[in-house]
């Protein structure tokens, strides 16, 4: 065993060198990319709330869209008794499938974000 510590040589010393840089180039990339997630969610949670308030309102305009009643009585719970049921086509199934998919919408994004604030 050798008692004294002996100098390092040159290749050692390149390669420690050259790890060093690759693990802070590699650290410098993950923590751009990190940076970038970060920003991106802090938009999306900055943005979430506009979209319910937008998605509420296309609802409710939706539903009150789909009222069968001629009076303003319909969109209140009014409705016209002798009707019978049919088949939706046209404007009226858009609108019915329409309002399912805003509906669907703005459940998953208050669910996205009560999960994402807490």
Same mark, same amino acid.
């Given at each position: 065993?050798?008692?004294? !510590?002996? &100098? !390092?040589?040159?290749?050692?010393?390149?390669?420690?060198?050259?790890?060093?840089? +690759?693990?802070? +180039?590699?650290?410098?990339?993950?923590?751009?990319?990190?940076?970038?997630?970060?920003?991106?969610?802090?938009? &999306?949670? +900055?943005?979430? !709330?506009?979209?319910?308030?937008?998605?509420?309102?296309?609802?409710?305009?939706?539903?009150?869209?789909?009222?069968?009643?001629?009076?303003?009585?319909?969109?209140?719970?009014?409705?016209?008794?002798?009707?019978?049921?049919?088949?939706?086509?046209?404007?009226?199934?858009?609108?019915?499938?329409?309002?399912?998919?805003?509906?669907?919408?703005?459940?998953?994004?208050?669910?996205?974000?009560?999960?994402?604030?807490?």
């Amino acid at each position: 065993m050798n008692k004294f !510590p002996t &100098l !390092p040589n040159k290749a050692s010393i390149e390669k420690s060198l050259f790890l060093r840089n +690759s693990l802070k +180039s590699r650290a410098c990339r993950t923590s751009g990319y990190r940076a970038k997630v970060v920003a991106k969610m802090e938009a &999306l949670v +900055s943005a979430l !709330p506009y979209a319910e308030i937008i998605l509420a309102v296309l609802l409710i305009v939706g539903i009150v869209l789909q009222q069968r009643g001629a009076a303003l009585g319909g969109a209140f719970g009014g409705d016209n008794f002798s009707s019978t049921f049919y088949k939706r086509r046209g404007a009226e199934k858009f609108l019915f499938t329409a309002a399912i998919v805003v509906a669907i919408a703005l459940v998953l994004a208050a669910i996205l974000n009560f999960l994402l604030v807490g």
